[in-house]
């Protein structure tokens, strides 16, 4: 099984290394990882005239010829997921194939959110929370905004949560090889 | 057309007035809009034991009704746009349909983050700029992370940013507007 990769750690100065770790254990369980800068053949994002676009080409191409993904959901830069990793995640869902997350933190969205927006979170009269704009924030006890839960839900796969220090949330690689071995183990 | 309307304003106390005035606009550009919340028929939602997954099922089987789609790309909670709304994006673009966004915010995406990372931002020695934890920020000039800006553009899409006042920035449908005429104009 050929596995698209998702993730943030693309940004990661080593971010190599951490496709190479990846990829062992993808091999080491019987598929094929697929990282988002390997090399790919797609003529369009040859012929694109900006490297972001070639780029974005490029990680389609490898979508639409993976067989299955997995989302690397550890919440970024506010309460949820990295948004290109979650654009990516929904993508796959929509092609119909297996898709699986893992976060490397384990409070659910509602407590993120409200850790996120501290003082300004407060309470409707219904006992609802909502932020300082007045936007409500989701309370249905999930992993992240319930589009993420309820599209890995519909397609049978797998969200681990786990716990990790801090200093290594985005290298280690336990709810990943578990979200890889429920994955695999469900086909 | 049949436009799917996807947004974070779902959040809002006043949701239903949203989705009215932009109902509205869309039908007096001669489509009609699809609220996420508009009723739908779904066998599989209406079975669903639990109510987010309900909603997820129903928002897909509006999104799969639907012939485009226009996304409310105002970031939410952080540097990048609503997670949900950023799945549906995803979702309709592997589709291959017309996919359109806006935002009320014009401050480009690299600008944001290093706003929103404030003293954690710093420089790596070739001068590009990552978080506290060693993460690259995007530098392409975007409106947002990379695949949002590239899906749009690879579908032929508009993606159109203003500036409005802060207070009324879920509310103000003048770039909601110029993306609609701009979507249906490129039929």
Known sequence: MRIYLAGPEVFLPDAG???EAKRALCARHGATG?????????????????????????NEAHIRGAEALIANLTPFRGPSADAGTVYELGFMRALGRPIAGYSNAAMPFEERSRAFLGPAARRR????????????????????????DGGIRAAGGPFVTRDVPEEVRWRDL????EALHLLLEAR
């Open 17 to 19: 290394a951490l496709a």
């Open 34 to 58: 697929i990282f988002p800068t390997d090399p790919v053949h797609c003529p369009a994002a040859d012929a694109a005239s900006e490297d972001w676009l070639a780029i974005y080409l490029r």
């Open 125 to 148: 009269p219904d006992g609802a929370w909502e932020d300082a704009e007045g936007l409500h924030l989701e309370s249905f006890g999930l992993r992240d905004n319930l589009m993420i």
């Open 174 to 177: 336990a709810a990943f090889e």
